[in-house]
């Protein structure tokens, strides 16, 4: 089924009788080539490049509840390739890039809107800090502009510039940076993927994982034993469990991360903004309401809600920035298991037990990362070596300390989690 316009139209004149489920509830079957474990954006996106790219469709992707009930439905949507040092560097513009083709290339809507994001700051330190990122970010070859006080107030005008504590000094845009929509974003690969004959298996809970003399023979599920010649572990904030099946301890804690959203408001917020004094990010999304964040809630679970505490601290950092939110009436806030490495970088890489391979690690960033961590993960699942985007994500850099990154290049403790 594909979708254009003159369908829509067709569809609406005839009551909509035509459409077709998007991917098939299929069964599992006994053995596969490539068991997918997490039917997350990760694992979807996966499992579509091994079927578009690589020509492998002999794949299962197994969720435990339903394809994309997970993080990739639970985010804030922010889509931008801003990082700082290698490793992140390519690997998110390389992600970037996929975003820019991705309507078309799964021929699906995902409402991908590059409406630019500016990130504030607040000193002269951090004016430095902005110039050397933009710089580090144009070397990438992505998109970086410094933006003045005054450029700043013709574009926000709605921010509070003069706030004794935290007065801004000016602003990193990048032009290419946006949002999506972050289910259609699950859907839009499901679809892909089931149509290259992968079956999507939900409600199948991975208990197990069995490995014979140190290779990995295929998973125990709640609907049964399903054998595969490969693993791949994706399940984002359960990686530390799932690894656990295969005797491993992973670098990866997990954390709780709010979002909050207020009613429909006309248009009033065209960019992606984030403060630089506080870890506080807001966009308007395509309904009107605002989609706000801030930081984690600092302790380690497995509970997808969060605290007071941190509710009135994302509070209080959005009205010192913007006062006019104090009118808006937030409707609602929830919670997502985030995986976080101690370097705030993510893990794409094979395992030590062979045929197992890992992806984690995604932090604060994994929606944006969506194609280009699917992309290069059906590469080293395809072909046992790294995508060149993703060479450095590798598993041996906590064990080692060699080749650690993070996103400010302030150290291996990245916001101390
Ligand atoms: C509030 C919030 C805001 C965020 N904002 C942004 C943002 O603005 N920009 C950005 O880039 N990123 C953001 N993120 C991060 C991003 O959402 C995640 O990093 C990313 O979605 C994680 O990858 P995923 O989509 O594959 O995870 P998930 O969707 O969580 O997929 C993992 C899947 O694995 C399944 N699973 C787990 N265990 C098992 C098992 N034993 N058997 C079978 N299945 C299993 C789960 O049910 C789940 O569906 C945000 C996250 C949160 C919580």
């Not at 994001?117 to 000193?123: A, D, G, K, R, T």
């Not at 070397?139 to 926000?156: I, M």
């Not at 939900?202 to 010649?229: L, M």
């Not at 806030?333 to 094979?350: A, C, V, Y």
Request: aromatic fraction near 8%.
């Amino acid at each position: 089924m594909r979708f254009s316009g003159l369908r829509v139209l067709r569809e609406g004149l005839t009551g909509n009788r035509g459409w077709q489920a998007h991917w098939r509830d299929a069964s599992p079957k006994d053995a596969y080539d490539v068991v997918i474990i997490g039917g997350g954006g990760h694992g979807l996106a996966t499992a579509y490049y091994l079927a578009r790219e690589h020509g492998i469709t002999n794949v299962a992707v197994l969720e435990k509840g339903y394809l994309g009930g997970g993080n990739v439905g639970r985010n804030t949507t922010i889509v931008r390739a801003n990082y700082f040092l290698p490793g992140n560097s390519e690997f998110y513009s390389h992600s970037l890039k996929l975003w820019e083709g991705l309507e078309q290339e799964l021929n699906y809507n995902v409402m991908h809107s590059q409406r630019g994001q500016i990130v504030l700051f607040h000193s002269d330190g951090q004016r430095d800090a902005a110039i050397r990122r933009g710089n580090a970010m144009r070397n990438q070859g992505d998109d970086a502009e410094l933006l003045s006080v005054a450029r700043l107030k013709k574009v926000l005008p709605y921010l509070d510039y003069e706030q004794a504590r935290f007065p801004i000094y000016g602003g990193l845009l990048q032009r290419r940076a946006g949002t999506a929509r972050h289910d259609a974003v699950a859907w839009g690969y499901a679809r892909g993927a089931s149509e290259r004959g992968v079956d999507l298996i939900q409600n199948c809970d991975v208990t197990g994982i069995d490995i014979e003399g140190g290779a990995v023979k295929g998973v125990q599920t709640s609907r049964g034993v399903i054998r595969a010649k490969k693993v791949a572990v994706i399940v984002a904030g359960r990686s530390s469990q799932v690894a656990a099946m295969a005797g491993m301890r992973l670098p990866i804690e997990s954390h709780v991360l709010q979002a909050f959203v207020t009613e429909g408001l006309k248009p009033c917020i065209d960019h992606v903004v984030s403060f630089g004094m506080g870890h506080f990010y807001i966009s308007q999304s395509d309904k009107g309401g605002l989609v706000f964040g801030g930081d984690l809630d600092m302790y380690a679970s497995y509970a997808a809600r969060g605290n007071l505490p941190l509710v009135e601290h994302v509070m209080e950092a959005g009205m010192t920035l913007m006062p006019m939110i104090g009118q808006a009436k937030v409707l609602r806030s929830w919670g997502g298991i985030m995986d976080m490495s101690p370097d705030g970088s993510p893990i794409i890489d094979k395992s030590p037990v062979e045929g197992l391979y890992l992806n984690c690690g995604w932090c604060y960033g994994g929606f944006k990362a969506v194609p280009g961590s699917g992309h290069c993960m059906a590469h080293l699942l395809a072909t046992d070596r790294p995508h060149a985007a993703a060479a450095r994500l590798r598993l041996d850099r906590f064990r080692t300390g060699r080749g650690l990154m993070d996103e400010e290049g302030t150290g291996a403790q990245h916001n101390l989690h």
